[in-house]
């Protein structure tokens, strides 16, 4: 006999691979929903149903790890680890449907969770029924009209260089471009609205008329006026770095243009957000925001499937906080929506490598973007698009290729 260890990206794989080496379709099916184990966390549990769990749990050789002091009996609500394969969770479901203490609707958040979690595609619905899928990686060029952004110095801010510039970008391999005319780099100072218009919607409306509807384009403004004007302009998303926070009126402007929304984290805002950040739990602080944020959007009149989300890499966070974003990328999947990652030439990545000058930070970004792609990450926010482009063809080369 002979012994190696084998490794299945998902269900489906592991249920080919069975199939491949003899095993009947109906045992490929059960044993491939016992090919992965799944960690829940269940926050908010009282002691005698997070006793009853733990119980019902092992009863179908799944476990739950329970606080000392849940299993003491001690009055409560607890967060708890429920670890379970896709098969124990069926059988475990059934007990909990007749189990107290709000223990019968655990079944369903769980099920949603997962759902989310595994989800893996998704479609957008864009102005004029155009569609942005997003199944497949996407990456979104950074086109700056703005004339002291920290790493393209002005360059780009004439209207010709832009519209220059967003061409290349698209035969480069973009299929979105982010046009932003407020420099939002930490301490950066507000610009008026007047201002931003005059960098930006010439910019939109400019891009539009001579690449034609090709390129989707996003702007990147948290003010409602903005992205109204914007909008009218041909764009296509509204790239909200304020997570919908900052002008009262952006919701409604999303919400009755009918059109994709970033929904980004930010702690504080663009000139004090780097003034000591902290978080006991940054991932968690996140998730609970985009919760929030989810509910605020939706109740707004948006809908939630033209919802993208964005941890916000840089914006209130300190290196060890981007670090972990990075590292626990795969938990924002727990929404179901698309994902986005902004860590192109970041000081983060400058903080990390030593490397000074934002326009030197390629090889530290595309690093960065790994444990992003691996997380579900979708729309890739970045300068370099050539480059960041073939990265991500070869991740997703190997990635769908069929061993
Ligand atoms: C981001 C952004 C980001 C989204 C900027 C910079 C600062 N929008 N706008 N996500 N960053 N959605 O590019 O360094 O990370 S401006």
Redesign the pocket.
């Known amino acids: 006999m002979k012994v190696r260890v084998r490794e299945f990206k998902d269900k489906a794989s592991l249920r080919e691979y069975l199939l491949s080496v003899g095993n009947t379709p109906r045992g490929a099916q059960i044993l491939s929903s016992k090919g992965r184990v799944y960690l829940f966390e269940v926050s908010g549990v009282d002691t005698r149903a997070a006793n009853i769990l733990k119980q019902d749990a092992i009863s179908v050789g799944a476990d739950c790890a329970v606080p000392r002091r849940a299993s003491s009996f001690e009055k409560g609500r607890w967060t708890v680890l429920l670890i379970a394969t896709e098969r124990e969770l069926a059988k475990l479901f059934e007990k909990l449907k007749e189990q107290p203490f709000g223990l019968k609707e655990l079944p369903a958040r769980v099920e949603a969770a997962l759902k989310n979690y595994l989800k893996d595609s998704f479609t957008l619905k864009l102005p004029r029924g155009r569609e942005l899928p997003l199944s497949k990686p996407a990456v979104m060029g950074?086109l700056n009209a703005t004339p002291d952004s920290?790493?393209d110095g002005g360059l780009f801010n004439t209207l010709e260089s832009a519209v220059k510039r967003a061409e290349e970008m698209v035969e480069e391999g973009a299929l979105i471009i982010?046009v932003?005319g407020e420099?939002?780099?930490p301490g950066a100072e507000p610009v008026p609205l007047e201002e931003e218009v005059r960098r930006v919607i010439p910019v939109i409306e400019a891009v539009r008329e001579r690449l034609g509807d090709k390129p989707v384009i996003s702007v990147?403004t948290y003010k409602a006026e903005v992205a109204r004007r914007a909008l009218e302009a041909g764009a296509d998303v509204v790239?909200d770095?304020s997570g919908l926070q900052f002008d009262p009126e952006m919701a409604g402007v999303v919400a009755s243009y009918g059109v994709p929304v970033?929904i980004?984290h930010i702690k504080g805002t663009p000139k004090n957000m780097q003034k000591e950040p902290y978080y006991e739990d940054a991932v968690s602080e996140i998730i609970d925001y985009f919760e929030e944020r989810i509910e605020f959007a939706t109740g707004q009149g948006i809908e939630r499937e033209q919802i993208i989300l964005?941890p916000?890499?840089?914006?209130g966070k300190r290196l060890i906080d981007n670090l972990c974003i990075l590292k626990r990328f795969g938990e924002f999947r727990v929404f179901g929506l698309p994902l986005?990652?902004?860590?192109?030439?970041?000081s983060f990545i400058g903080a990390v490598t030593g490397v000074k000058e934002p326009r030197e930070r390629l090889a530290g970004s595309l690093a960065s973007l790994v444990p992003a792609y691996y997380g579900g990450a979708k729309i890739f926010?970045v300068h370099d698009v050539k480059e960041t482009y073939h990265f991500l063809k070869v991740l997703e080369a190997v990635e769908e290729s069929r061993c």
Request: hydrophobic share 35%.
């Open positions: 950074i920290f790493s982010d932003g420099s939002t780099r990147d790239n770095i970033v980004m964005d916000g890499i840089g914006f986005l990652i902004g860590t192109s030439r970041k926010r």
